[in-house]
């Protein structure tokens, strides 16, 4: 898992980052559009969004173009992705304040909303939930919190036929199949997945009211739920 994460340091990977997550996500830039929308409407035009998992900049910049009005922080532990946010976002860059770090190293708040888009399911159980625990504390009463992650039954035969079909949506997407093969293993054996009625438990105990599934895509699951 640290080589995993390891790589998103690496300023070559970083700037090729772009390129992959259409090619696995199914809907990835209708995911960003849906995250938009979810968001507006609770927060207002001059929102103050938490973004946890920024590096890249694509929900970013996603977020900053549907809402001109919106000011950002934008978290993530990993500076050459965080750089490759500056480059992606462009003059919109301004309105980010970059915090290289985890949900601890992210300021008080409050906040008006908050998006945590393909980062959670690298988090084990604990830490998971005390993440989104303390996302929540950093929010205000009853603002939005979209969530979006790997989340798919983790029953035996029922895990194995779902990683197959993220693998086959890769391919058919265009992905180099020695890549995809070597994502599937690495996805295999060392992300902490959960079913999507754990996470959904999670946001729960975190304190999130009203949690509603928005976004199913085979492995992937999206919520939006309210401080």
Known sequence: ???MLAAFNDPEHARRYGDGPHRFIPGFADLHRMTAILLAERAPEDARILVLGAGGGLELRALAEAHPGWTFVGVDPAAAMLDEARRVLGPDAARVI???????????????G???????????DAER???VRELHRRLKPGAPFVAAHSSFPQSRGARALW?????????????NPEQVEKMCATVDA???????????AILCEAG??????????FTWRGWISYA
């Open 190 to 200: 060392h992300l902490p997945l959960l079913d999507p009625d754990q996470d959904e």
């Open 1 to 3: 898992m640290q080589a």
């Open 129 to 131: 939930s005390r993440t």
């Open 98 to 112: 970059f915090c290289e770090g985890y949900i601890d190293d992210a300021p008080e708040g409050p906040f008006d």
């Open 163 to 175: 990683l197959s079909r993220y693998g086959a949506f890769a391919r058919a997407s265009g992905a």
């Open 114 to 124: 908050a998006a945590c888009l393909l980062t959670l399911h690298f988090l084990e």
């Open 208 to 217: 999130f009211s009203d949690p509603a599934l928005f976004y199913a895509a």
